[in-house]
């Protein structure tokens, strides 16, 4: 046996990826991604701007950038959105300069958006990760937005409707997750293996922002 010393073969470093998790209103992207990040898996959960007023259970600067109408107009102006959209009255707007710089650090970037978001992230973004998530049923659904109690009964009809075309758009995305009621450990580990899936392709994604 030789005494010459054996080093091993470095496994060559994969790219950063951009993760694009969406699906209709009520399906629990938030709570979803909240998950991810309580089981301490290491990625970058991009926090999006809105003008929407806060829910009695969300956190400023975590669950999203509680903003004016005002300051959001002065980002966009800017130039500071990688997309934006105008959901149910109210402005959304995720950081191109958040993405970039989690890129820059080789840390794999999450970013929770409406189905309209996504198809604009995938105009600029090919190469990102499109994970839809799907509700047991459109019975489960409604139930969770009732659970919500955060608006009146039209404003919901209006989800559901928006809801239904919104489950159309589904096959556009590379994977697809039911989100099962009291099944977020499954949801966040599902997403998680995604991801892992995706850093193991022999050509891997080179995400570009």
Known sequence: MSDREVLPIPLPQRPA???VVSGPSGVGKDAALRRMSEMKYQFHFLVTN???PKRANEVDGVDYHFITKE???EMEQRGEFLERAVVYGFDYGNSRS???AALARGQDVIMRIDVQGA???KKIVPDAVFVFLLPPSMEALEARLRRRRTEPEEYL???LHAARLEMNEAEKFDYLIVNEDDALDETAQSIRAI????KLRAMPRRVVV
């Open 157 to 159: 009809q209006i989800r």
């Open 98 to 100: 958040q993405v970039r």
């Open 17 to 19: 990826l951009l993760i």
């Open 50 to 52: 809105t003008t929407r």
């Open 71 to 73: 300051q959001f107009t």
């Open 195 to 198: 991801i892992e899936v995706e």
């Open 119 to 121: 198809a604009t992230i």
